[in-house]
């Protein structure tokens, strides 16, 4: 199928996309790398009057270190993640996930900001973004505001962003040189959408876990923050027996729908052998095995 008719606007600076929005309201759509929205218009899921697209405003582009936090433009590609040395360097763990995005073609045009305000429930950055205490910038009429990824997700596809906003940047705090990530995800192929993953980080102080954040995607309605495991290993030296009873927590944390891939039952069960694998990728030397 083709896209409804819709005009179009090409600004060139955020305050004209401000306006823009400002002007046309509900009628109006931002367009990013168009990887998830032109297969919505295309199959006539969403028919906006006017399509605003944002790739001509420089304000919105460039990775940077600034005031010793990672800051990313919304309209970063997927591809520059994946290559910038900066980011390898501040933010591995966005480096490691960004692979498991779709394939290149898409990654080559998809954005940071489209990826995050599509918000789809099995979407790897946001689950990342929360894992690193990353915080949103929203540009609006009124001026901006700071927003911790944690709150902007607020369900299926749907989070903090008002209409009349704009994701302008998003800034990751720089990692203390003891931060430690992993990252895992089980899908049917390679490129697919994750059947359930998980992105966390902690930090180890001698042989005790501190600050273990292991955040699920695929488990639930948005990223799925899991603090009762998390409790059951912060603190600790880690164990075979205390990783296990961390993943028997996970019941509590997340919780999954069923769909015509996998039952909600299987998703669980995955979750608790990824989250053990991830733990013994984020302490090698306490010489736990994966199953
Ligand atoms: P667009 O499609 O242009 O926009 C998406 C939505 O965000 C729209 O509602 C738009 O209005 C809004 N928006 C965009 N930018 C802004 C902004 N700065 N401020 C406010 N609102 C904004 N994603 C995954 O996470 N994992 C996958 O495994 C995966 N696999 C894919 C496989 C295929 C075949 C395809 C086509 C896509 C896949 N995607 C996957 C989605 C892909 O990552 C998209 O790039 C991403 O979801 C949307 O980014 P975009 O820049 O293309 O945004």
Request: with cysteine; charged share 20%.
């Amino acid at each position: 199928m083709k896209a409804p008719a819709f005009d179009y606007l090409a600004p060139t600076s955020l305050a004209g996309a401000l306006a823009a929005l400002a002007e046309h309201g509900e009628a109006a759509k931002l367009i990013a790398g168009g990887q998830s929205l032109v297969p919505a218009l295309n199959l006539r899921l969403l028919a906006p009057g006017i399509l605003i697209d944002l790739n001509g405003i420089g304000e919105l582009k460039g990775v940077s270190v600034q005031n010793g936090h990672l800051r990313l433009g919304a309209m970063t590609r997927h591809v520059e993640l994946e290559r910038s040395p900066v980011i390898r360097q501040h933010a591995p763990l966005l480096a490691e996930a960004i692979r498991h995005v779709a394939h290149p073609a898409v990654r080559t045009r998809g954005t940071i900001g489209g990826n995050l305000c599509h918000a789809d429930p099995a979407s790897e950055l946001p689950a990342c973004m929360v894992a690193l205490g990353a915080w949103f910038t929203l540009a609006g009429p009124d001026g901006e505001r700071r927003v911790p990824a944690n709150a902007f997700f607020k369900g299926v596809y749907e989070t903090d962003l008002g209409p009349d906003e704009i994701l302008t940047a998003i800034e990751v705090p720089q990692a203390g040189t003891n931060r430690r990530h992993a990252f895992l995800e089980l899908a049917r192929r390679s490129g697919d959408y994750a059947l359930v993953g998980i992105s966390c980080t902690a930090e180890m102080d001698g042989d005790i876990m501190a600050r273990l954040r292991p955040v699920f995607f695929a488990a639930g309605p948005h990223p799925m923050v899991a603090d009762h495991a998390a409790s059951v290993l912060n603190g600790r030296k880690p164990t075979a027996a205390l990783v296990q009873a961390a993943a028997a927590a996970l019941a509590d944390d997340l919780s999954p729908e069923g769909d015509l891939q996998i039952s909600a039952h299987t998703r669980i069960h995955l979750a608790r052998v990824i989250f053990r694998r991830a733990v013994a990728r984020l302490v090698p030397e306490a010489g736990l095995d994966g199953p």
